[in-house]
């Protein structure tokens, strides 16, 4: 069982101490290989903005050559995923949100389906649970199953450690529980009617050249029948609301593509699909 803890903060705190914690608790349950991940100490470039990785696919990045696909096969080669990172200012620090926006490809093609996530993160006072209900959000839109939260204030009151040791050990019962159970989860509505809409969106627009689209098609997502990314069960409620989407998203994908597909997101690519001089 291999886990892997991304550490997104700029130094080893109190976030390593925790993590520290939680792969001692982890080990005395069970057996697991836990290595981690420090963004720190790695090399990321920022993130451009530049929509390559969507269109033309991740490849086509203009950054150039540093650690993206390094973190990419530790996480594909992981079982089990563990966000962790403190909050800073209300959110997470920028070496992780810089983390998320350099594989935020993965959000257009998902693929960590199979794969167990959880997310931990220390604070002061508060927002912790602001971090880690982004770390479900990225998560899940990745593909994984996203299992748990942990929440930790590491303020220095008497007793602390007691309590805070009391909430690690029901985390690792719940990830090994998740690790050693059914790999996925059940799709949540959201995650249908998301489904939904890209598959609508790649059917109309057909373009060929666009890197999104030709993942969707090498994954079977583009088939009649196919109603997500992986066999399951969708109840009659979430099927019934996809299809009510569907019918008044094809119009207007239909009248976003009318033309050449390929030119439409080309317009996007080079910031021309707004032009405000035509409203005077």
């Given at each position: 069982m291999r886990i892997l803890a991304i550490m997104g903060g700029p130094r080893k705190g109190y976030g390593t101490m925790i993590m520290q914690q939680l792969e001692y608790q982890l080990k005395l349950?069970?057996?697991v290989e836990f290595e981690y991940l420090y963004l720190k100490d790695l090399h990321l470039e920022q993130c451009r903005g530049c929509h390559n990785c969507f269109f033309?696919?991740?490849?086509?990045?203009?950054?150039?050559k540093d650690d993206r696909?390094?973190?990419?096969?530790?996480?594909?080669?992981?079982?089990?995923?563990?966000f962790m990172a403190p909050a800073y200012a209300l959110h997470i620090p920028a070496l992780m949100k810089n983390f998320f926006d350099r594989l935020s490809y993965i959000f257009h093609r998902p693929c960590f389906f199979?794969?167990?996530?959880?997310?931990?993160?220390?604070?002061?006072?508060a927002d912790a649970k602001k971090v880690t209900n982004y770390f479900n959000q990225v998560a899940?839109?990745?593909?994984?199953?996203?299992?748990?939260?942990?929440?930790?204030?590491?303020?220095?009151?008497?007793?602390a450690e007691t309590k805070i040791v009391k909430k690690i050990k029901t985390t690792c019962k719940?990830?090994?529980?998740?690790?050693?159970?059914?790999?996925?989860?059940?799709?949540?509505?959201?995650?249908?009617?998301?489904?939904?809409?890209?598959?609508?969106?790649h059917k109309i627009a057909r373009d060929e050249t666009n890197a999104d689209y030709k993942y969707w098609f090498e994954q079977g997502w583009l088939e009649d029948d196919k109603q997500y990314y992986f066999d399951?069960?969708?109840?009659?409620?979430?099927?019934?609301?996809a299809g009510l989407l569907n019918l008044f998203l094809k119009p207007q994908f239909k009248k976003m593509f009318a033309g050449d597909p390929?030119?439409?997101?080309?317009?996007?690519?080079?910031?021309e699909s707004l032009n405000f001089e035509i409203i005077g």
């Amino acid at each position: 069982m291999r886990i892997l803890a991304i550490m997104g903060g700029p130094r080893k705190g109190y976030g390593t101490m925790i993590m520290q914690q939680l792969e001692y608790q982890l080990k005395l349950l069970q057996e697991v290989e836990f290595e981690y991940l420090y963004l720190k100490d790695l090399h990321l470039e920022q993130c451009r903005g530049c929509h390559n990785c969507f269109f033309k696919g991740e490849d086509k990045c203009p950054v150039g050559k540093d650690d993206r696909d390094i973190i990419f096969n530790k996480i594909d080669q992981a079982d089990g995923v563990i966000f962790m990172a403190p909050a800073y200012a209300l959110h997470i620090p920028a070496l992780m949100k810089n983390f998320f926006d350099r594989l935020s490809y993965i959000f257009h093609r998902p693929c960590f389906f199979g794969k167990i996530a959880i997310g931990v993160c220390n604070c002061g006072i508060a927002d912790a649970k602001k971090v880690t209900n982004y770390f479900n959000q990225v998560a899940s839109s990745w593909g994984f199953n996203f299992v748990h939260r942990l929440e930790i204030r590491t303020m220095p009151i008497e007793g602390a450690e007691t309590k805070i040791v009391k909430k690690i050990k029901t985390t690792c019962k719940v990830f090994l529980e998740a690790l050693n159970g059914k790999r996925y989860q059940k799709p949540s509505l959201g995650s249908v009617l998301g489904f939904k809409v890209r598959k609508t969106q790649h059917k109309i627009a057909r373009d060929e050249t666009n890197a999104d689209y030709k993942y969707w098609f090498e994954q079977g997502w583009l088939e009649d029948d196919k109603q997500y990314y992986f066999d399951t069960r969708i109840g009659i409620s979430k099927r019934i609301i996809a299809g009510l989407l569907n019918l008044f998203l094809k119009p207007q994908f239909k009248k976003m593509f009318a033309g050449d597909p390929q030119h439409v997101y080309n317009q996007y690519l080079k910031l021309e699909s707004l032009n405000f001089e035509i409203i005077g």
